[in-house]
Every structure is written in structure tokens, then in C-alpha cells.
């Protein structure tokens, strides 16, 4: 082996070894699960948690339930937009706060709603004088996962 | 590619990748660290403490948003600007505010006759209070009694002192003094330990007025010997630090005791009922002789009658709302217009977009500006309609019809300048505000009905 070619791979490994102990140090493993915790890792959302532990979804549904959607590839495709622009955010210190839920991830939660909900509520969507206008559930009711 | 060009580009991409790496895991260390709530106390903290700076030391966050009550920014009808002012020996300020004298000429003849017509800038933020009140044109034209620093300068330390620790007796004291012999007493515009206890850090009212006044007030509502240090919520505290001054008063008597004449109730007409009473007047109308009142700046009172008090929200909630400093959570100490904040002022009960918040803000305001311009026209009409009788001298020739409507110019402009003088542009309490420039345009006609039997009274004895 070239001189050159272990220092490429000295190098490499320094990269790798500090990449892997951020990774580590930031539990950045935790953000494959569904476990609310991973969600207060950043302390952002440690007013969430806490509101969500007293709400009325909490025995039913987690985090993951209402925010991602409910097929495995969306799942992951949302979680991993949603994390790249969460920690950008968080690093940069860019956000509105109180934070503001975006329009695409409003579609998710409606959706999720839906996911549940839908033999109850199919026939109100119908008839109505704006047909393509979706019913926005958290319209009314806003406190049913979390307030804040 | 040759050997020491790789070499080069390899040692160069991995100090790229690791200055990125190390950035990033700084980062999320500080981020981890700002969850841990760490507090130092550099000093220790008196009741005799009225230097900023010195709490700022253990409370860095609150004093550094403390100081930024010095920013001068407009919103649509309030906030101050900033206007050049050449420096002489009686006003060194090189910056002021607007003078709404100017700005609308007719609060002159309101005021006509009154130190108000000589002066009235925009008011600044807290920072200001004492220098634009000493550097006043109206400090020129009138002697002022002690009782104005109440609320223009931290005074709790000076009622100490002059009370030997009893803050009635000292706040009596003050009072008495002339203001320009007590001014150099104090040192400081409103500070910390005006609002907090240095032991607890909580809430607390200093002033006496308040003290008395809210007594009063809760004495109507059938709640006896009310202690507000005492009995006061948490949330009622974040409401009343700021209605220590944020209100309408009086200088009572010989002894100019600051007093809210809150007795009959916190409403304008309640307020107008209770100075009928105690037969209160500020002065005289230089233009028609009428005795007449100058109401002040009724936040507090006008907060009282609107709905987001009633839903519990607390004049703090809105005008200095928690921001978050790391994982903590902190009251913003610049004391601002919620239309300079809306996200944090706003949006954490209201969620709706920003621009949408203003725009409900700003149609309450418009609509209030148009009614509160129709009344301020009825008044100084009827402000003209008194002039031509202005040389009857009442206690020479009695004129029972003249003397009510006289009354009517102070109640007419008492119940509008209640309304113009309160610090929101009708958003605190639309439809009271609209209520009671209503109150006043029809107190306006009552006396242009007696004005006009005046008239035929006068031609048929001449």
C-alpha cells in the first residue's frame, strides 16, 4: 500500500470516527423510531411533550401518528425532510417561535386524522358548496393532540 | 493527478469535513447545554438597590431587553419616531418624539389655557419617562407638584427614605415637595425593584396610589380591606405592576396626594361620576371659562372593559411576551406595541398568519380613528359655540343654563379625551371605546340645545 493511500485511509477514519460520535452524541439513532422522546431531544419541544403526556390522543396515538404519514416509504421520505429541515432550523436558529406548522405538514396531520377518523366522518366532506375544499379538523379541534 | 496534488486535495477535504463535523457537534452541545438552566447569582440583591445594571448582572437576558425600551419605532397610529432636536440649555435631548400638537391642532383647542397646549410629544418608550418629562415644554409654563415622579422615575428607594421605610409615609412626602427640588432625588426611569421583590423576584406593587386605588375598586366589587401585595393571582400581578401607572388620576388637595378615582368603578362614566363628587377640576378653558378635567392615559381601565381581559390575558401576555432564550423561557423586558411582535405577542393563542392579526388590528384601529375624529369635531364645535359666552362671570350673574352647559364642555371632553388619551387606538376595548365616544358626542348635543335657548334667551333681552 502507497504512502499516499494510508493517509487517505488515516484520514478517512478521523472523518468517520468524529461523523460517528456527533451521530452518537446527538442520538441520532433515536430518530429511527417512533419513541416521542427522540421529539424532545430538541428542547424546542419540550412544551409539546409535556401538553401531549395531559392530552386526549396520548394513549392512542404518539408523535409519528399525526405528523408522518401512515405508508412506510411517505413515512420515511416526510421523517427525513421534516429532520434535514428541523435541524437546519434548530442549528441556524431560523424559526418563527411560537413555531408555526407548515402547509404541507398540516396536509399530513389532516390526513392522519383521516386515517382514524374517516368511517365517522366521510359524509361531511360531501356536498358542501366547496367541494375541493378540504375540512380542516384542527380547525375545532386544536387541542386534541397537543396545545401548543 | 500528480502525488503531492492528492496528497494536497485529501488533507484538504478531510479539514474541510472535519472543521463541518466539529462545527456541527459544537453546536449540538451548546443546544444540549442551554437545556440545563443555569443560574448565577453574581450579587446580592437589596431593597435598596434601584440601579438597573446591577440586577441586570444576575439577570443579563431581562436587562439587555430592559434597555431596548431607548428603540423608538411607529406602528400605524402609536410608537414614537425619532426627530432631531437641537440641543440648547434648557433641553439638551438631540432626539424627540413627534409633537401631536402639530400632528393635530385640535387637542390645542382642548386644551386651550392648560400646559398640555404648549407641549404634548408622543410618548417614548420606558427609557424616556424621566428626561422627556424633565425636558418638557410644560415644566416651563407650570409649577408641578412632587407627585409626578410617582410614575416617572423609580421612586420606591426615595419613599424609603423619606418615609424612614414606610412607603405611604414617603410617597406622602414626596408629593408635597415642588418637583423641581425632589427631581434630583431620584436616579433612575422605572426600574427593576419597581415591580420585583430582590429576594423572591416576584411580583410586587409599590406604588401606594395603586395600593389605595385598587382597594377601592375591589371595595365596589364587595371585597373588603383588599391587600394587593396579598390577595392578588400571579396573573392579576402581571396586569397590576403595570397598572400602577398605566391609568387616570388626580393630584387630591392641598397635599397633591396622587389618587385613582376609582371608587365608582373603572368605567369612563363611573370615573366621571365620582370627579362630579368630589367636585375635582384641573383648570379652567382659556376659550369659554368652563372648569374642566384632563384625563390621562387610561390603560389600565380601558384594558379592564375589553375581551381579552376577560379572557384572563394579562397586560404582560401581549406587551412584554415570553421569548425563549435557549430551552428557557423569559419575559421580554422591552415594553412594546404587540403589532412591533406579533409572532410571540400574538401567535401563541391566535394561530393565524401574521399579516392576517394585523390586519384585524389595524380595521379596529381605523374604525376607531374615524369615530374618535367625528367626536373631536362635535367638541370643538361646541367648544366654539361657548366662546361667545365666555365673559359671563357665574358668580356675578348667575345663569343656571350657562353653568350646565359648561358642564356638559367638561363632561363631553372628559369622556373623549379618556378614549384619545388611552395608548391603543380603541384596540384595548372597541366597543367600549365607540361606547363612550358615543357618551360624549351625545353630551356635545345635549349642550347645543341648551346654547341655542341661550341665544334666544340673550336676543329677546337685548
Known amino acids: 500500500m502507497s504512502k499516499l493511500n494510508i493517509i487517505f485511509l488515516i484520514l478517512f477514519g478521523v472523518v468517520l470516527g468524529l461523523g460517528c460520535y456527533s451521530f452518537i452524541y446527538a442520538k441520532g439513532y433515536s430518530y429511527m423510531s417512533d419513541d416521542p422522546k427522540a421529539c424532545v431531544n430538541c428542547h424546542i419541544m419540550n412544551e409539546n411533550m409535556d401538553s401531549w403526556i395531559k392530552g386526549t390522543h396520548h394513549h392512542v396515538a404518539k408523535c409519528n401518528d399525526c405528523h408522518l404519514p401512515h405508508n412506510i416509504v411517505g413515512k420515511y421520505a416526510v421523517k427525513a425532510l421534516n429532520g434535514f429541515n428541523h435541524s437546519a432550523a434548530f442549528t441556524l436558529q431560523n424559526f418563527p417561535d411560537p413555531i408555526r406548522i407548515r402547509e404541507h405538514s398540516l396536509k399530513v396531520v389532516k390526513s392522519s386524522c383521516l386515517s382514524c377518523h374517516q368511517p365517522m366522518v366521510q359524509a361531511m366532506n360531501h356536498g358542501g358548496k366547496n367541494i375541493n375544499e378540504e375540512t380542516n379538523c384542527l380547525h375545532c379541534h386544536r387541542n386534541v393532540g397537543h396545545v401548543k | ?462
Open chain 2, 1 to 462: 493527478m500528480t502525488k503531492s496534488k492528492g496528497i494536497f486535495l485529501a488533507v484538504g477535504g478531510a479539514a474541510i469535513a472535519t472543521v463541518l463535523l466539529t462545527a456541527l457537534l459544537v453546536n449540538i452541545f451548546e443546544r444540549k447545554t442551554e437545556a440545563k438552566n443555569v443560574f448565577y447569582r453574581v450579587v446580592e440583591l437589596t431593597d435598596d438597590m434601584d440601579d438597573p445594571a446591577i440586577w441586570g448582572k444576575n439577570f443579563p437576558h431581562q436587562y439587555d431587553s430592559y434597555l431596548r425600551t431607548a428603540d423608538m419605532r411607529r406602528t400605524k397610529y402609536g410608537g414614537s419616531e425619532a426627530f432631531p432636536h437641537v440641543p440648547t440649555e434648557k433641553d439638551p435631548r438631540d432626539v424627540v418624539s413627534q409633537q401631536k400638537l402639530d400632528e393635530d391642532p385640535r387637542l390645542k383647542i382642548m386644551w386651550a389655557g392648560y400646559a398640555f397646549s404648549k407641549d404634548f410629544r408622543e410618548e417614548r418608550g420606558h427609557a424616556y419617562m424621566l428626561s422627556d418629562q424633565i425636558f418638557t415644554e410644560r415644566q416651563n409654563v407650570t409649577k408641578q407638584p412632587g407627585t409626578c415622579l410617582n410614575c416617572h422615575a423609580s421612586t420606591y428607594v426615595l419613599y424609603k427614605k423619606l418615609g424612614d421605610g414606610d412607603i405611604t409615609k414617603g410617597f406622602e412626602e414626596m408629593n408635597k415637595i415642588p418637583y423641581k427640588e425632589i427631581v434630583h432625588s431620584v436616579n433612575h426611569p422605572v426600574s427593576c425593584i419597581d415591580c420585583h421583590d430582590p429576594s423572591t423576584m416576584s411580583l410586587r406593587v409599590t406604588r401606594p396610589a395603586f395600593i389605595e386605588g385598587i382597594r377601592a375598586f375591589k371595595a365596589t366589587q364587595g371585597i373588603k380591606e383588599y391587600d394587593v401585595n396579598k390577595m392578588a393571582t400571579r396573573q392579576e400581578m402581571r396586569t397590576f405592576v403595570c397598572g400602577q401607572c398605566h391609568v387616570e388620576y388626580y393630584f387630591k388637595g392641598a397635599d397633591k396626594r396622587l389618587t385613582y378615582p376609582w371608587a365608582d368603578g373603572l368605567k369612563a362614566d363611573q370615573i366621571l361620576e365620582y370627579y362630579k363628587k368630589d367636585s375635582h377640576k384641573d383648570w379652567v378653558h382659556a376659550e369659554t371659562g368652563a372648569a374642566v378635567l384632563k384625563a390621562q392615559h387610561p390603560e389600565f381601565e380601558m384594558f379592564n372593559q375589553g375581551t381579552h381581559a376577560r379572557a384572563g390575558v394579562a397586560c404582560v401576555d401581549c406587551h412584554m411576551p415570553y421569548e425563549r432564550m435557549g430551552a428557557m423561557k423569559i419575559t421580554n423586558h422591552h415594553v412594546q406595541s404587540p403589532l412591533l411582535n406579533i409572532n410571540k405577542a400574538c401567535q401563541t393563542c391566535h394561530n393565524v398568519p401574521e399579516a392576517e392579526l394585523k390586519a384585524r388590528a389595524e380595521t379596529i384601529q381605523d374604525r376607531h380613528m374615524e369615530l374618535r375624529n367625528i367626536a373631536f369635531d362635535a367638541l370643538v364645535d361646541y367648544i366654539k359655540d361657548l366662546k361667545e359666552f365666555k365673559d359671563v362671570d357665574l358668580t356675578k350673574t348667575p345663569n343656571k343654563k350657562l353653568a350646565e352647559a359648561r358642564d356638559l364642555q367638561k363632561q363631553a371632553q372628559f369622556l373623549f379625551d379618556f378614549v384619545e388619551a388611552e395608548n391603543s387606538s380603541g384596540f384595548h376595548a372597541p366597543q367600549e371605546s365607540a361606547r363612550v365616544l358615543g357618551l360624549s358626542i351625545e353630551k356635545v348635543r345635549e349642550g347645543q340645545k341648551i346654547v341655542a335657548e341661550l341665544r334666544r334667551e340673550m336676543k329677546t333681552t337685548k
